[in-house]
């Protein structure tokens, strides 16, 4: 079963516009990722924020974490054509793994 | 070079064949792991390692088996291929321990199964 689920599945925005992508997890975790996957190739590491963190930014990426709710944001500011990808949330728990379960995606779309 | 490698990119197989998929890298990190990706599902652990020693099933690992030959291989084998494995496989890397545990994924293998 999938530790992480995004939502929305699909986005569509214009170029220029702030595009925000939600991660719903069901179990304690010890951090939380964001990836981003260009079509048909591998996933990149963008950001990870850990449990005891509440918001991190990395340039035009901003990420929240809110424990009560087990719940994370993606927010993409002024996105361009290039951010259009799948983003994917992976939940890290503990239990000494900590080995990444990763949502289905959410698939961006930038109009140029 | 690319840290992460897999061997090949794209298979084309047939029922009932054995199949092998390569994984190397170059990063140096203990940890690595294999998954596959169907569309609509995301990423689906299949095994992982730990170190050379130390194998683990993961979420989906029937018809599926793993050989890690060095810290830095790591092949995944199907024995008997069949249709519901055609898929987008990826390797995997990360750091032991319990620190940050980044992972860093490989260019994947696009396997069809016919």
């Known amino acids: 079963s999938q530790q992480g689920e995004e939502d929305p599945q699909a986005l569509s925005i214009q170029e220029g516009e702030n595009a925000t992508m939600n991660c719903s997890y069901k179990?304690?975790?010890?951090?939380l990722q964001w990836y981003r996957q260009n079509s048909g190739r591998g996933l990149v590491h963008l950001i990870l924020?850990?449990?005891?963190?509440r918001e991190k930014h990395s340039g035009r990426l901003r990420v929240t974490l809110d424990t009560s709710k087990k719940s994370s944001s993606l927010l993409i500011t002024a996105s361009r054509a290039a951010d259009t990808a799948s983003y994917f949330c992976?939940?890290?728990?503990?239990?000494?793994?900590?080995?990444?379960?990763f949502g289905r995606g959410t698939s961006l779309i930038v109009h140029p | 070079d690319a840290d992460v490698t897999q061997t090949p990119r794209n298979r084309i197989t047939k029922t009932g064949k054995r199949i092998m998929l390569e994984c190397s890298q170059t990063?140096?990190?203990?940890?690595m792991y294999w998954y596959r990706q169907d569309p609509g599902l995301g990423l689906r652990l299949i095994y992982y390692?730990?170190?050379?020693?130390?194998?683990n099933k993961g979420e989906i690992s029937d018809g599926y088996s793993v050989s890690r030959q060095a810290q830095a291989k790591f092949s995944l084998s199907l024995e008997s291929a069949i249709p519901n494995q055609t898929a987008l496989y990826f390797c995997?890397?990360?750091?032991?321990?319990?620190?940050?545990?980044?992972?860093?994924f490989g260019p994947g293998t696009r396997l069809t199964v016919l």
């Open positions: 995997a890397t990360s750091f032991g321990g319990f620190g940050d545990n980044e992972q860093f």
């Open positions: 179990t304690s975790i010890n951090n």
């Open positions: 924020i850990r449990s005891n963190e």
């Open positions: 992976a939940a890290a728990g503990g239990g000494g793994s900590y080995i990444p379960t």
């Open positions: 990063k140096g990190h203990d940890r």
């Open positions: 390692s730990f170190d050379v020693k130390d194998i």
